[in-house]
């Protein structure tokens, strides 16, 4: 058992969630009993928070390894994991968003997530698979697909309800019809990304923000280097002895956003807990802050599209940089 306890917030649904979460998302994934391994191990080093969803094909290995922990006595009821899933973009509609998530449940082994989130704000054509997805998307009906989200948690399948790589156009337009507020916007945030707009505006309207791709996602093919290759990380790595990818997740926590930290390095899943007894200074902070060129690392053009309803990167991202 460790001894690491990871701080947490109070979502605006009342449900506390830890700051720190692993991810579930890698390609190829491991075969599913190495996962839930890797999974179980990140529970003994103190991972309270998982996330995972429907796309990444991780919900069973990691339903096991919540099963696993709660026989071995590592966590003392499902209370204590807090466990993030997504709707995946074929299922955004209406009426299948409640089927999607049962069936999630039924993968994770679950009775409640506690968390559940909108993947993207698209809609693509049932079976569509990979990632050319010409020709196969579809009008995406925000309104409808949130209180088909509102009724999973009016049903308690799920405690909180989300979105994730939602702009700020997005979000004020759901706001404005929504009965249960979104909880949490996951997005790409990162020392090389900083989403100061957006998370200005998730601020001022009480939406948690969670960082996916906390690293820059520096193995992925759509990744990029920007923040492991920081010079400016570098230097302030090396002089508070500490790893670039500590500092960079430090900073990220230091924003007060959930940081989402994803290896399956034993080492470096205890690494990237080991952010919590000590701080950036003003004077890191500051050069994060001024040094470090702003990039998105995850365009995601594969949504654009002349039929589609982002015709340009700026109407899929609300312009917001």
């Known amino acids: ?17 830890p700051l720190i979460g692993m991810g579930g998302a890698t390609t190829p994934l491991p075969p599913p009993d190495v996962l839930t391994s890797i999974f179980l191990d990140a529970i003994e080093f103190g991972y309270h928070h998982f996330d995972t969803a429907a796309y990444y094909g991780s919900e069973e290995a990691l339903g096991r390894a919540v099963a696993e922990a709660l026989d071995q006595g590592l966590v003392k009821s499902r209370g204590d994991i807090f466990i993030t899933t ?19 449940l039924q993968r994770l082994g679950l009775e409640y997530v506690d968390l ?16 050319d997805f010409k020709g196969k998307i579809l009008p995406f009906d925000a309104k409808g697909t949130w209180e088909a989200m509102e009724e999973c948690s009016k049903l308690g399948l799920a405690k909180s309800i989300g979105v994730s790589n939602f702009g700020t156009k ?23 990304w900083r989403q100061e707009k957006l998370r200005g505006y998730c601020r001022e309207k009480g939406i948690q923000v969670s960082a996916w791709s906390p690293l820059g996602a520096n193995g992925a093919a759509w990744g990029s280097l920007a923040v492991v290759d920081s010079p400016v990380l570098k230097e302030i ?24 930290a994803k290896s399956f390095n034993k080492e470096r899943m205890k690494e990237n807990l080991q952010i919590l007894e000590w701080g950036l ?13 702003q990039r998105r690392g995850c ?12 015709k340009s990167l700026d109407e899929l991202w609300d312009g917001d940089a």
């Open 116 to 131: 559940y989130l909108i993947h993207w704000p698209v809609r693509l054509k049932e079976g569509t698979e990979g990632f």
């Open 281 to 293: 200074s003003q004077e890191d902070s500051d050069k994060i802050k001024l040094q470090i060129p």
């Open 170 to 192: 997005k979000l004020s337009q759901l706001l404005s019809h929504a009965t249960i507020p979104p909880a949490v916007n996951q997005v790409e945030m990162n020392a090389a």
């Open 237 to 260: 790595a090396i002089a508070k002895g500490k790893s670039v990818a500590q500092v960079a997740l430090r900073w990220v926590y230091e924003q007060g956003a959930c940081v989402i």
């Open 299 to 310: 365009p995601s053009d594969m949504f654009i599209s002349e039929e589609g309803p982002y």
């Open 86 to 104: 997504k709707l995946w973009c074929t299922d955004a509609h209406p009426d299948l968003v409640l089927p999607a998530l049962k069936k999630s």
């Open 1 to 17: 058992m460790s001894d690491v306890v990871v701080p947490e917030v109070v979502l605006s649904s009342g449900t506390r969630m």
